[in-house]
T-cell receptor, first 115, second 115 residues
Framework: NAGVTQTPKFRILKIGQSMTLQCTQD?????MYWYRQDPGMGLKLIYY???????DKGEVPNGYNVSRSTTEDFPLRLELAAPSQTSVYFC??????????????FGDGTRLSIL | ELKVEQNPLFLSMQEGKNYTIYCNYS?????LYWYRQDPGKSLESLFV?????AVKQEGRLMASLDTKARLSTLHITAAVHDLSATYFC???????????????FGQGTILTVHP
């Protein structure tokens, strides 16, 4: 049971490049999330999804896009990378039925540097 | 806008001592989570607190929630080196009713336990 798997683990991008951070979970969780963690800070929610085909913005969505075509996968796309997007990105998932009372399970993170 | 503040942000403890980490939040919520993060690692769920007066204990850690005071505490009893980590509280942005698991995280408390 792999849980939440993120790829790649590390990446260096040049300003203006694009990339997709992959996230997949094998727990049949309906809810999935993308967070970013800047040095010395807590996590901030970028986007979330409550099921396949349904996504919504979190606190800091600018510069990012997501899609959710299957229950398992929730990729995060960066368009026109900027230095301010240098961060550690975490994907998480949880199972909820009528209420958000389950803890989120986190992947190991993607460490992204924009130079 | 929901704000979550933890204190202290840095905590250096001796083994065997007791201490408390505080988590204050600014708007009504009845769902609060505590996570642990080891350096360079992912987040691990510690406690889920879902109602006023909730108390959960696991080993040397005990968490409580006072929704009226908008305060949660994480109490450490007889600290050991293995508890050294960063501890985050996270509050559900949806107060009551249906939650989508949108969390606002505190800044984190870096705990170091010395012999």
């Amino acid at each position: 049971n792999a849980g939440v798997t993120q790829t790649p683990k590390f990446r260096i991008l040049k300003i203006g490049q694009s990339m997709t951070l992959q996230c997949t979970q094998d727990m049949n969780h309906n809810y999935m999330y993308w967070y970013r963690q800047d040095p010395g800070m807590g996590l901030k929610l970028i986007y979330y999804s409550v099921g396949a085909g349904i996504t919504d913005k979190g606190e800091v969505p600018n510069g990012y896009n997501v899609s959710r075509s299957t229950t398992e996968d929730f990729p995060l796309r960066l368009e026109l990378a900027a230095p301010s997007q240098t961060s550690v990105y975490f994907c998480a998932s949880s199972y909820t039925l009528g209420g958000g009372n389950q803890p989120q399970h986190f992947g190991d993170g993607t460490r992204l540097s924009i130079l | 806008e929901l704000k979550v503040e933890q204190n202290p942000l840095f905590l250096s403890m001796q083994e065997g001592k007791n201490y408390t980490i505080y988590c204050n939040y600014s708007t009504t919520s009845d769902r609060l989570y505590w996570y642990r993060q080891d350096p360079g690692k992912s987040l691990e769920s510690l406690f889920v607190l879902l109602s006023n007066g909730a108390v959960k204990q696991e080993g040397r850690l005990m968490a409580s929630l006072d929704t009226k005071a908008r305060l949660s505490t994480l109490h450490i009893t007889a600290a050991v080196h293995d508890l050294s980590a960063t501890y985050f509280c996270a509050v559900d942005q949806d107060a009551g009713g249906t939650s989508y698991g949108k969390l606002t995280f505190g800044q984190g408390t870096i705990l170091t336990v010395h012999p």
